[in-house]
């Protein structure tokens, strides 16, 4: 049986939802549509989801359209979850765009198309709610032409709008067919003019598949109407999933935890199959398959293969975006989920719970959440028994929130979002400490060098000294100590770059009292390096110098000619900074650069600015140093600036 793997995308409350239970309902996969009102749909499965009406997180489900089964993913429509949608856009053959009849195209609804068309995913336009009072037809087209794409082909015609009589019949006019076709076939417009057979059905067959063209659909998922026609199309017009032949090639879009706490991960199959008792690579390890489920395929015997979308188990170490092949294909593991980059979290908060008893299962919680979004980074702070979370958006709170909540029984409470910002080195700088020198009380010698390093060039560690000076467990010891302290600068902001030299070495040998043990007093150990190191390391720094830097986010505003002069003084006001404007009759493009801390007040203004039409786009683009009172970062570490206490501390501790 051929296989389709099909997304539906959505901007907030168009439906997706609803058509996803019409479809399921049609197949005879359901007995009854769920309702998104009452919390009985098929795919939304978090409770903020059946509560709020949104989806969030990604779910599969089958059905069957003849001799062609549809693996139909039902993808987020939030802003705040678009690296979500983008995740699971890379495992899809076609997919459906949901549009309101009442409501329109809408900001959400823009930024969802021009992701489809930068991946270049053939696509479907349905526009839903044909029976709700203002629906409309010609006004919807004149939108989606005007505001996502002119390549639009109406499938057919509506009647009795905003009526629960409301119908759609599929009519397509050759002669707009014709016109729209010939824009990417020559070959097409030689045929016509040579009164040749044209096959315009064919033509848009292969142009839908190249995503040239987008048909639409219009219909009600609540009444049925113009389903039949958006099935019919998702059948005849968007592309089979096919493999080459080759060895195992899959990735992982998802990761959840089973029952027993065991990770489940979701993976489609490009080339070759999964099969139980293979053992494959992924990341930067290997492990055994020990059980999996296919989506429409109830017996595993016959494995996951190629175009098809299945869950594995016995990938202890799996992560979202991890490329699974076999133990001998390694070109396959370059490849990525999808071609665009996700824009990295750049806000904080601090998840602290409600019952204090639960600080160590909160912990837990939210490294298994992690785990399952590779975009939640999480930072501990022994210190004040705090731990941090990184965040896309103030909705995210409300989904972790509520996660905890169901699923692990855990309440908490979030402090005010912060922005996360980096130091980066400003200069070169140099500090040692010898071996049984006051004011080192560490049996080792290290001297370490740290120098600024390109953008992007992580961390660095080189020997200055000979390998076989000392131990290289010494040498190790100061490695891994030199990497977790520049997690935390001169303001207490991570290091991403630097280049670190260990100019100096020396330890005491292994000695002994006559006729007694190895003593510690007497002969250095890793300690005495994992101790010293941070010390050194600091000086170093404030010998160097580090500048705090702020993340950017670039950013694309669509907005109102009207509106220009108000969102360009709002602009001003955010310290951002665009480029000159490109202004039209009706809409104008607003492009530049604002500080990630302002992105979220930017979309709270924007509505009002320009009477709900503005459609902003922003992702991380670059750091700037920042300008005016410098951000300090409250550190977890025990502080080796501070000297003193820091040795009294490791001190107790030895």
Known sequence: MEVLN?????????????????????????????????????????????????????????????????????????PDFIAEVERALGVL?????????????????????????????????????????????????????????????????????????????????????????????????????????????????????????HPVYFGSAITGAGTDALTDGIRDLLPRARGTGGPLDGTVFKVERGPAGEKIAYVR???????????????????????????????????????????????????????????RNKSCAERRIVSAKFARPTLETVVTPRRPSDKGNLRVALTQLAEQDPLIN?????????????????????VIETTLATEYGIAVDFRETTTIHIERIDGVGEAVEFNKKDPNPFLATVGLRVEPAPVDAGVTFELEVELGSMPYAFIKAVEETVRETLQQGLHGWQIPDAHVVMTHSGYSARQSHSHAVFDKSMSSTAGDFRFL?????????????????????????EIPTDTTRAVLAALARLRAIPQVPALAAETSTLEGEIPAAAVYELEQQLPALTRGEGVLESAFERYQPVTGAVPERPRTDHDPLNRREYLLHVQRRV
């Open 533 to 557: 190191t941070p010390v050194v390391l600091m000086t170093a720094l404030q010998q160097a110098g580090t500048t705090v830097h702020e993340p950017l986010h670039r950013f694309q505003l």
């Open 6 to 78: 099909l997304g539906i995308l959505a901007h907030v409350d168009a439906g997706k939802t609803s058509l996803t239970e019409r479809l399921l309902y049609a197949a005879g996969v359901i007995d009854v549509v769920g309702s998104v009102d009452d919390g009985s749909t098929q795919t939304d499965s978090l409770a903020l989801e059946r509560q709020r009406g949104i989806t969030i997180k990604t779910a599969v489900a089958t059905f069957a359209i003849g001799d062609l089964r549809v693996n139909l993913i039902d993808t987020p429509g939030h």
């Open 269 to 327: 199959i490009f080339d070759g199959t999964a099969n139980i008792r293979d053992r494959v690579r992924y990341g930067d390890t290997d492990g055994k398959i020990t059980a999996l489920q296919t989506y429409g395929d109830s017996d595993p015997g016959d494995g996951v293969g190629a175009g098809q979308i299945g869950k594995l188990w016995g990938l202890g170490d799996i992560r979202i975006g991890d490329v699974i092949t076999d133990l």
């Open 93 to 213: 053959d076609g997919a459906v765009l949901v549009i309101s009849a009442v409501e329109g195209v809408q900001a959400q609804t823009r930024v969802l198309m021009r992701t489809l068309q930068r991946l270049r995913i053939p696509t479907l336009i349905f526009v839903n709610k044909l029976d709700r009072a203002g629906a409309q037809y010609d006004g919807v087209l004149r939108q989606i032409a005007q505001k996502l794409t002119p390549r639009i082909v109406p499938m057919g015609e509506a009647a009795n709008l905003g009526t629960a009589d409301a119908v759609f019949k599929p009519i397509v006019q050759d002669d707009v067919l014709l016109d729209l076709l010939t824009e990417h076939d020559d070959n097409l417009l030689q045929r016509y003019v040579d009164g040749a057979p044209l096959a315009l059905h064919d033509v848009l067959v292969e142009q839908t598949h190249r995503a040239l063209v």
């Open 378 to 398: 999480l930072r501990q702070d022994d210190l004040r028994q705090e731990t941090y979370v990184s965040l896309y958006g103030e909705v995210q709170k409300e």
